[in-house]
């Protein structure tokens, strides 16, 4: 068995923020490989990320992002549980991020469970006409529906939108994966997106 040097350990926790002690027995556990290793840490991270989904998140910032020469501007509050972590680099470069993602991709919501039942009744009723009107039969039209809708979430809901740096990557994933690394629970809370020009509510 490879000798699992300080070093590699240094790298392995450089890498991922995990523990010394998680990132020593990742690596022991593959013989040193540090590749395995950062999978066997992003696997035990994703389960310890959801633990932490309930957990209150009183502390955070206020992120913003101007675009376009000033013709579009974003703020969002992300949230997390200690004011370290507020501090923290990678929790501000998250929210720039996101930021910047909303400024990119205009979403309406921060996840589906925010859409009204109300519009989201309205947007499969239109699809599924939609669909009907193509000719295909109303059991074949069901199926299409659910894909389109999937499609919808992914325009209007921040979480479930495609990463603008990263088209195999949802928002969602870098929230997870920033979570499993830090180890408390982060929140996107709320945003305000502004275009010059756009009419007021």
Do not use: W
Not at 150 to 174: A, G, H
């Amino acid at each position: 068995m490879a000798e699992i040097t300080a070093q590699m350990v240094k790298e392995l926790r450089d890498s991922t923020g995990a523990p010394f002690i998680d990132c020593k027995m990742a690596l022991e556990e593959v013989a040193g490989d540090l590749d395995k290793a950062l999978d066997i840490l992003k696997i035990k991270g994703v389960a310890k990320a959801s633990k932490k989904v309930g957990r209150e998140t009183p502390e955070g910032t206020v992120a913003t992002y101007i675009h376009a020469g000033g013709k579009i501007g974003v703020m969002v509050e992300v949230n997390c549980e200690t004011d370290f972590v507020a501090r923290n680099e990678e929790f501000q470069t998250f929210a720039r991020e996101v930021a910047m993602q909303i400024a990119a991709s205009n979403p309406k919501y921060i996840s589906k469970e925010e859409i009204p039942e109300s519009e989201l009744e309205r947007e499969k009723e239109i699809l599924k006409a939609q669909v009907l009107e193509s000719g295909k039969p109303e059991n074949i039209a069901e199926k299409i529906v659910e894909g389109k809708i999937e499609k919808f979430f992914e325009e209007v809901c921040l979480l479930n939108q495609t990463y603008i740096r990263d088209s195999k990557v949802k928002i969602n994933d870098l929230l997870q994966e920033l979570i499993a690394k830090i180890g408390e629970n982060i929140k996107v809370r709320r945003f305000a997106r502004f275009q010059l020009g756009d009419p007021l509510d």
